[in-house]
Structures are given as structure tokens and as C-alpha cells.
T-cell receptor, first 116, second 112 residues
Framework: NAGVMQNPRHLVRRRGQEARLRCSPMKGHSHVYWYRQLPEEGLKFMVY????????ESGMPKERFSAEFPKEGPSILRIQQVVRGDSAAYFC??????????????FGDGTRLSIL | SQQGEEDPQALSIQEGENATMNCSYK?????LQWYRQNSGRGLVHLIL?????REKHSGRLRVTLDTSKKSSSLLITASRAADTASYFCATANTGANSKLTFGKGITLSVRP
């Protein structure tokens, strides 16, 4: 019973390139969340998706960042034209079908993005 | 201070001792969750306490919630070296979705 799977674990990009981060939720989970963690900081919410729908993207920068969760396949967090400030650990979490909002979120091991 | 702010920021104890970590928050919440993070890894869910609950136990963990003071505590009893990690509290507010708001975390070191 695999947990949340993220890949790659480490990603190195040069300034101006694109970064694609993938997340496969736990089996049976239809809710996906993306968070960003800077060194020595807690996690900051970025976006919340259900299958084929973005529910809340209030934490996502307006430019260069996008996320999707297609009907088939993993959720993708895409960062275009990366800059040094994008260097961080990006975590994906998934949870079961919403029921009174009392479902724990289960996290992957994250993707550590480094921008040269 | 920010939503889900923990204290102390760092805690060092001897194996076998109890560790108490506190968390304060600002807004109304639906639930509060505690997570553990080992270095270089993702977060592991420890325990969830609903806003209408006051105390919850899970193994060596005891969590309390005081909604009047907007605070929570996590107690780890009989600590082990393997408990060394960062601990985060996270709140799910009463808004439209269940996104979590995290504090900066507490670094717990348990000396063998």
C-alpha cells in the first residue's frame, strides 16, 4: 500500500529553465495539496486540487507557477523560467474524499529543487 | 505571530524524559494536526484533534486542545533517541477547504 509518491527527489535547473514536479497520491485519495518549504521554515500552502479541478490556488504565485491533476496520471506542479528564489523543497500531500474536513493529509518525501 | 506558531523553537532532553511542545494559533479552526519531519524527509502525520475535542492519546503521544486560548500541546512520554526530529503543528480553518497552515516547527533532540 504505497504512500504518496513524488518524483524526482532532487531536481537541479538553471535559471530560466522549466521545472516539473510530479505527485502520485495514495490509492483512493482524490484530494491533492502542494506545499513549499524553505530552509528552517514550516510548510506554506500553494494549491489544492481535486481530479481535473483547482479548488484553491491562493498560495500560488500568479506568474510562472501552474498545477494540474488530470483524470489519469499524477498531479504536476510546473514552474516556468525558474529563478534562484524558487529553490526549496516542494511537498505534495493527499487525503481521502472530503468528509467534514477532518481527514489527515499524508505527505510524500518531497522534491528538492535547486536553481543554479 | 503567525498561525500555528510553536514553542519552544528547540528542545533538548535526555532519553526517557517527557517532551512537551506547544502551539498557538489565531483564527477559528476545524481541527489541529501534529506532524513529525525527519531530516530530508516528508512529514509524517502523528495525530489529529478536532475543535470539539479537548484531549487525545495515541501510544506515547498526548495532545490537548484549548480553543478558548487558541493553543495546543503535544506531549511525548518516555522519549527515545528515534523521536529526534522536527515537529510541526498545522491548523485547518473553518473556511471552504482543508488546506493546512503550518508553524515553523520545533526541533527536538533526544540524547541517548
Amino acid at each position: 500500500n504505497a504512500g504518496v509518491m513524488q518524483n524526482p527527489r532532487h531536481l537541479v535547473r538553471r535559471r530560466g529553465q522549466e521545472a516539473r514536479l510530479r505527485c502520485s497520491p495514495m490509492k483512493g485519495h482524490s484530494h491533492v495539496y502542494w506545499y513549499r518549504q524553505l530552509p528552517e521554515e514550516g510548510l506554506k500552502f500553494m494549491v489544492y486540487l481535486q481530479k481535473e479541478n483547482i479548488i484553491d490556488e491562493s498560495g500560488m504565485p500568479k506568474e510562472r507557477f501552474s498545477a494540474e491533476f488530470p483524470k489519469e496520471g499524477p498531479s504536476i506542479l510546473r514552474i516556468q523560467q525558474v529563478v534562484r528564489g524558487d529553490s526549496a523543497a516542494y511537498f505534495c500531500a493527499s487525503s481521502l474524499q472530503y468528509r467534514g474536513r477532518n481527514q489527515p493529509q499524508h505527505f510524500g518525501d518531497g522534491t528538492r529543487l535547486s536553481i543554479l | 505571530s503567525q498561525q500555528g506558531e510553536e514553542d519552544p523553537q528547540a528542545l533538548s532532553i535526555q532519553e526517557g524524559e517527557n517532551a512537551t511542545m506547544n502551539c498557538s494559533y489565531k483564527t477559528s479552526i476545524n481541527n489541529l494536526q501534529w506532524y513529525r519531519q525527519n531530516s530530508g524527509r516528508g512529514l509524517v502525520h502523528l495525530i489529529l484533534i478536532r475543535s470539539n475535542e479537548r484531549e487525545k492519546h495515541s501510544g506515547r503521544l498526548r495532545v490537548t486542545l484549548d480553543t478558548s486560548k487558541k493553543s495546543s500541546s503535544l506531549l511525548i512520554t518516555a522519549s527515545r533517541a528515534a523521536d529526534t526530529a522536527s515537529y510541526f503543528c498545522a491548523t485547518a480553518n473553518t473556511g471552504a477547504n482543508s488546506k493546512l497552515t503550518f508553524g515553523k516547527g520545533i526541533t527536538l533532540s533526544v540524547r541517548p
